[in-house]
């Protein structure tokens, strides 16, 4: 079992910065092999890929945030953070920290409790 507390939400104003975090616990066995990520949710909207690891050490980002968002971990502290920098309004809504592996085709989900961003004026 792996548990994702995330911190670091807040109000902004735009043009403004955030640093979000995300302290993974549990089996260490399972946190080092799973790939880790940032969703977020809009009132109203689903849920949306922000940024995340790639299977090969990589990063994919979501083309709203590329350029603006950086995606980045320490392994020795098993937690991972989101700097969000030229925040605009259509950025607020909650973020949550994402840890998952595929196993037999099966893709297996470990979420956080998210935090709420909230980018006005």
Not at 18 to 35: D, E, H, P, V
Not at 44 to 56: I, M, P, Q, Y
């Amino acid at each position: 079992q792996v548990q994702l507390v995330e911190s670091g939400g807040g109000l902004v104003q735009p043009g403004g910065s955030l640093r979000l975090s995300c302290a993974a616990s549990g089996s260490l066995f399972s946190i080092y092999t799973m790939t880790m990520g940032w969703y977020r949710q809009a009132p109203g909207d689903e849920r949306e890929l922000v940024a995340a690891f790639t299977s090969g050490g990589g990063t994919n980002y979501a083309d709203s945030v590329r350029g603006r968002f950086i995606i980045s971990r320490d392994n020795a502290k098993n937690t991972q953070y989101l700097q969000m920098n030229s925040l605009k309004p259509e950025d607020t809504a909650v973020y949550f920290c994402n840890a998952h592996r595929i196993r037999g085709g099966v893709r297996f989900d470990y979420w956080g409790q998210g935090t709420q961003v909230t980018v006005s004026s």
